[in-house]
C-alpha cells in the first residue's frame, strides 16, 4: 500500500523498491512528457497515464517482493540496474519458487 502512495511522486515508489535505476527512468520520461505537455493535449494525458502506471508499477513491485515472486521488469530496467550494480535487494527466490514465511516476532 506504502509504493502505491509513494508512486505517485514521480520515481520514489521505485526508490522505496530499491529500484535506483528506474527511479531515475520513471523521472526522466516525467519529465519530458511534462516538457511537452504544453505542445499537444496528448501529452498532458500521458502525465496522467505515466502517474498512474508508476502507482501500479510500484505496488506490483512491492507485492511481489513481500511473496517471493521475480519482480516485473516490463522495460529492462532491473537488467539495466543489475549491470550497473545497482539491482535491488533479492527478495525472490530462483525461478519463482515461493520462500517460507517469516518468523512471527515475539512468538517462539
Keep these: 500500500m506504502l509504493a ?10 521505485a526508490m522505496y523498491n530499491g529500484q535506483f535505476v528506474k527511479a531515475l527512468a520513471h523521472v526522466l520520461i516525467f519529465a519530458v512528457f511534462v516538457s511537452l505537455s504544453d505542445k499537444s493535449f496528448v501529452f498532458g ?3 496522467a497515464a505515466w502517474v498512474f502506471y508508476q502507482v501500479f508499477d510500484a ?3 512491492a507485492k ?3 511473496d517471493g515472486l521475480p519482480l516485473p521488469n516490463p522495460f529492462g530496467l532491473n537488467d539495466l540496474g543489475a549491470r550497473l550494480g545497482m ?5 525472490a527466490a530462483p525461478y519463482g ?3 517460507p514465511p517469516p518468523p512471527l ?4
Excluded at 4 to 13: A, K, M, R, S
Design 4 to 13: 502505491g502512495l509513494l508512486g505517485f511522486i514521480p520515481g520514489v515508489g
Design 45 to 47: 494525458l500521458l502525465v
Design 59 to 61: 505496488a506490483q513491485t
Design 64 to 66: 511481489a517482493r513481500r
Design 87 to 91: 539491482a535491488p535487494t533479492p527478495a
Design 97 to 99: 519458487r515461493r520462500l
Design 105 to 108: 516476532r515475539g512468538r517462539p
